[in-house]
T-cell receptor
Framework: DAKTTQPTSMDCAEGRAANLPCNHS???????VYWYRQIHSQGPQYIIH???NNETNEMASLIITEDRKSSTLILPHATLRDTAVYYC?????????????FGRGTQLTVWP | GAVVSQHPSRVICKSGTSVKIECRSL??????MFWYRQFPKQSLMLMAT?????????EQGVEKDKFLINHASLTLSTLTVTSAHPEDSSFYIC????????????FGPGTRLTVL
């Protein structure tokens, strides 16, 4: 079962930062926060993950609150190609244990 | 990231027939693969975990005799939908993990199954 809650939809202007929130108040100590996105009719794409420290990669930044009960995915300069459903998932690390249970995600629409 | 392929990308079949979907990890050895399905306007639902050389582990509510999974090598897992019915029409997606990277799963492009 999904252990996260996200807003159903969000809009963002092209070139602006998109900040996508996620609540995971029941996260366990050994669970990571993962973010994936899915463009229509394609397989999901990995974005970023973290345990408790903030993380940044070429795609996005992940800000995790100190109590780890929520996080925010930041796309610093959103483009039209970032329009997708974004999923926040908590899971243990490692492929053998890390089953991913997807919630409904947030539909991000980037407009020109 | 790693590349995962699926074949076929789209299949249409008659009710009562069986359909096999292949999932391949192209550039690394996948000890574990996962199978999901996604109905229109819904999220992905995990169906089963496929482990190389052993039986698959199915999620609650997924019929193992209807959705046969075989993971005979480190680069190939197959999902066979047996005696398919229209309600099995869905988008089937696989993902792989293992090898040198345990950080994330890499997903295939998906297979659109339509049962007439």
């Amino acid at each position: 079962d999904a252990k996260t809650t996200q807003p159903t939809s969000m809009d963002c202007a092209e070139g602006r930062a998109a900040n996508l929130p996620c609540n995971h108040s029941t996260i366990s100590g050994n669970e990571y926060v993962y973010w994936y996105r899915q463009i229509h009719s394609q397989g999901p794409q990995y974005i970023i993950h973290g345990l408790k420290n903030n993380e940044t990669n070429e795609m996005a930044s992940l800000i995790i609150t100190e109590d780890r009960k929520s996080s925010t995915l930041i796309l610093p300069h959103a483009t039209l190609r970032d329009t997708a459903v974004y999923y926040c998932i908590v899971s243990t690390r490692g492929s053998t244990l890390g089953r991913l249970y997807f919630g409904r995600g947030t539909q991000l629409t980037v407009w020109p | 990231g790693a590349v995962v392929s699926q074949h076929p990308s789209r299949v249409i079949c008659k009710s009562g027939t069986s359909v096999k979907i292949e999932c391949r990890s192209l550039d690394f050895q996948a000890t574990t693969m996962f199978w999901y399905r996604q109905f229109p306007k819904q999220s992905l639902m995990l169906m089963a975990t496929s482990n190389e050389g052993s039986k698959a582990t199915y999620e609650q509510g997924v019929e193992k005799d209807k959705f046969l999974i075989n993971h005979a090598s480190l680069t190939l897992s197959t999902l066979t939908v047996t005696s398919a019915h229209p309600e099995d029409s869905s988008f089937y997606i696989c993902s792989s993990g293992g090898g040198s990277s345990y950080n994330e799963q890499f997903f295939g492009p998906g297979t659109r199954l339509t049962v007439l």
